[in-house]
């Protein structure tokens, strides 16, 4: 069965510092993966999704980068974190079209910056 | 452009009360229609998902939702609430040559002893 792991749970860190969030899926080949970030009222915010090594669409212009070095590992990084960058982080995997689209989430990252 | 709109940030029933979240939808093409839950600081759960055929849906934990094209609805519901249905309930929308889910804000289900 797949399963999706998200490292790490919580994460402090001051501002200015880097940030590099990790994802990996198994058992499963080629997923799409994604990135959102979710802030209390807000819903969930997508911000990068991946259907390919090296293949990083952005949905929302901002302090963050998504790499994909490997087929099932996709890590959300910051140069400089900002105050705004603080809250509850998600990754995902989906089969993409054909496969009903249904995404799979990991556990998420807490982040605060302060 | 599609879109969902979830009536309700918070919605409160009493233990063993049905539960009804709702949910509409905006979508130029036949929707798929998804619903996941999430309990508190944990990842998202599918609970059940319309992609064609029946338009009652059954998912888990005694969930069900209905799709209503001509309504452009899929409310979920469930006949008795239990102490364990608390949690934040996201409705979302996509379509077959789409590779992104188009979540709404979310519904918070409190339940009263």
């Known amino acids: 069965s797949q399963t999706i792991h998200q490292w790490p749970a919580t994460l402090v860190q001051p501002v200015g510092s880097p940030l590099s969030l990790e994802c990996t899926v198994e058992?499963?080949?080629?997923?799409?993966l994604y990135w959102y970030r979710q802030a209390a009222g807000r819903g969930l915010q997508l911000l990068f999704y991946?259907?390919?090594?090296?293949?990083i669409s952005s949905e929302v212009p901002q302090n963050l980068s998504a790499s994909r070095p490997q087929d099932r590992q996709f890590i959300l990084s910051s140069k400089k974190l900002l105050l705004s960058d603080s809250g509850f982080y998600l990754c995902?995997?989906?089969?993409?079209?054909?496969?009903?689209?249904?995404?799979?989430f990991g556990a998420g990252t807490r982040l605060s910056v302060l | 452009a599609q879109s969902v709109t979830q009536l309700g940030s918070h919605v409160s029933v009493s233990e063993g009360a049905l539960v009804l979240l709702r949910c509409n939808y905006s979508?130029?093409?036949?929707?798929?229609l998804f619903w996941y839950v999430q309990y508190p600081n944990q990842g998202l759960q599918l609970l059940l998902k319309?992609?064609?055929?029946?338009?009652l849906v059954k998912g888990i934990n005694g969930f069900e939702a209905e799709f209503k094209k001509s309504e452009t609805s899929f409310h979920l519901t469930k006949p008795s609430a239990h102490m364990s249905d608390a949690a934040e309930y996201f409705c979302?929308?996509?379509?077959?040559?789409?590779?992104?889910?188009?979540f709404g804000k979310g519904t918070r289900l409190h339940i009263l002893p």
């Open positions: 995902a995997w989906s089969l993409g079209q054909g496969a009903g689209n249904i995404q799979y």
């Open positions: 058992g499963t080949s080629n997923p799409n």
């Open positions: 991946s259907i390919g090594i090296g293949q």
């Open positions: 979508s130029s093409v036949p929707p798929y």
């Open positions: 319309y992609t064609t055929g029946a338009t």
């Open positions: 979302a929308v996509s379509y077959y040559r789409d590779d992104k889910i188009i």
